[in-house]
């Protein structure tokens, strides 16, 4: 009796491990978002279902496309305990000066590098002045967004500008019936991922998130990676920039405003935390759809533009509160 109570009892922590590993599993901080982006298109198709037509869809996709190629940048800073708010000046700037650069010189192919070189520049700016002079992120990248605004409206002279008709052309533009925009984010997504999980250069990167005094220690030049950090973050924003500006057909002052809270919030959604080291930006990237789909399904259900904040407000509540749910079975299964 002794030797099967024992047995007994042995079994029951074994059992409570097993049930932790497998809620952690199923319930982890990035997986989980497949689950809700599913959940939701279920939704929608009962209480919106003309979101989730083919037509509608395939509407969504190039917005989604851009939304997830700043949510990718978004996810590399604040992996890096940093956060970029200058996003909607980078990625507005980027629009005019494509724009203005490429009616100029006549030739977009000449326009995108110069862009991107400018960008470049902005987001080492950040980069050495978060990095080197050591100025919190939020303060740094404010004041970028502030200057880089500024200069919109000194390109623009207050009014907006027609897209080349090139950039308009690919913007729209499908790649064995998939929208460009959409072949972009997934070549964003594929290549960063690949660079962060599968390179040495990945794994210090991910080192100097985690721990930039021990990666100081371990030889890691971190002010490299920093930096790094927010130049490739403004090369994203440039891109979405450049690509929706050709979607909608003009470069205006405010094309990436409405683009920061939702960036932050699939980063979020997507499970990344601002405590650094962990992210993934593929599961940024399928938050970038679930935010973009509940925007829809919001709007589908006759409530007004403002009332699509306070349910992005909402969903990252909501996902806060889901990455803790595998703490919370994990001390369940030990009580």
Request: aromatic share 6%.
């Amino acid at each position: 009796m002794t030797t099967t109570t024992l047995s007994k009892a042995g079994d029951a922590p074994a059992g409570n491990a097993g049930f932790a590993r497998l809620s952690a599993t199923l319930f982890n901080e990035f997986s989980w978002i497949w689950g809700g982006l599913f959940a939701l298109f279920l939704i929608c198709s009962v209480v919106a279902p003309g979101v989730v037509r083919p037509a509608a869809l395939s509407s969504l996709l190039p917005f989604a496309a851009i939304l997830a190629i700043t949510a990718v940048g978004m996810t590399v800073v604040i992996q890096q305990r940093g956060l970029d708010m200058s996003l909607p000046g980078t990625m507005t700037i980027a629009g005019l000066l494509f724009a203005k650069i490429g009616f100029m010189t006549g030739s977009t192919l000449l326009a995108v590098p110069l862009t991107l070189l400018i960008a470049l520049g902005i987001g080492i700016v950040n980069g050495l002045l978060v990095a080197k002079v050591n100025i919190t992120p939020i303060v740094v990248t404010l004041a970028t967004n502030a200057i880089l605004m500024g200069a919109v409206r000194a390109v623009s002279g207050g009014s907006p500008m027609t897209a080349p008709a090139e950039l308009a052309e690919f913007s729209h533009s499908k790649l064995f019936g998939v929208p460009m925009t959409l072949v972009l984010a997934l070549l964003f997504i594929l290549v960063i991922s690949v660079v962060t999980k599968r390179s040495i250069a990945g794994r210090r990167f991910v080192a100097v998130g985690q721990n930039p005094a021990a990666a100081t220690a371990a030889g890691i030049p971190i002010l490299r990676y920093q930096v790094a950090t927010y130049a490739v973050a403004a090369l994203c924003f440039a891109v979405a920039g450049m690509l929706f500006t050709g979607f909608i057909g003009s470069a205006s002052q405010t094309a990436g405003i409405d683009y920061l809270l939702p960036a932050i919030a699939a980063v979020v959604v997507g499970g990344t935390p601002f405590s650094g080291g962990r992210g993934s930006v593929i599961a940024s990237g399928a938050a970038a759809l679930f935010m973009a789909l509940l925007g829809q399904m919001v709007l589908a259900l006759g409530a007004e533009t403002s009332v699509q904040l306070l349910v992005q407000a909402g969903a990252i509540i909501v996902a806060v509160s889901v990455r803790h749910l595998p703490d919370l079975l994990r001390w369940i299964a030990r009580g």
